[in-house]
């Protein structure tokens, strides 16, 4: 089994600062990209940004200059810095991991982990 908790949601004012992070145990052999997607009530979950092993970083257009995120992989953790957060960034926020996992039998298979979701709320 593979776990992700992540941390560091909650309410904050327009233009306000807020870091998310999340951290991956289990049954992990190796970690390829991590990062965070979101979703507000009544739409889809999206993807905000991913980094991959090796530091590649994407992000969705409406938050590059803005969000940054980054990855310890020692500790198969990431973290994303949200600056001049606005009221359309309100969602709940989910982590994941695209992991290869040590089964009981020995056998290494892939999978994308997620979270649970930690809600972001931003006030007018």
């Known amino acids: 089994q593979v776990q992700l908790v992540e941390s560091g949601g909650g309410l904050v004012q327009a233009g306000g600062s807020l870091r998310l992070s999340c951290e991956a145990s289990g049954s992990i052999v190796s970690i390829n990209a991590m990062g965070w997607y979101r979703q507000a009530p009544g739409k889809q979950r999206d993807l905000v940004a991913g980094i991959t092993s090796g530091g590649n970083t994407n992000y969705a257009d409406s938050v590059k200059g803005r969000f940054t995120i980054s990855r310890d992989n020692a500790k198969n953790s990431v973290s994303l810095l949200m600056n001049s957060l606005k009221p359309e960034d309100t969602a709940v926020y989910y982590c994941?991991?695209?992991?290869?996992?040590?089964?009981?039998?020995?056998?290494?298979?892939?999978?994308?982990?997620w979270g649970l979701g930690t809600q972001v709320t931003v006030s007018s």
């Open positions: 994941f991991a695209d992991v290869l996992r040590s089964d009981p039998w020995g056998y290494h298979t892939p999978r994308r982990a």
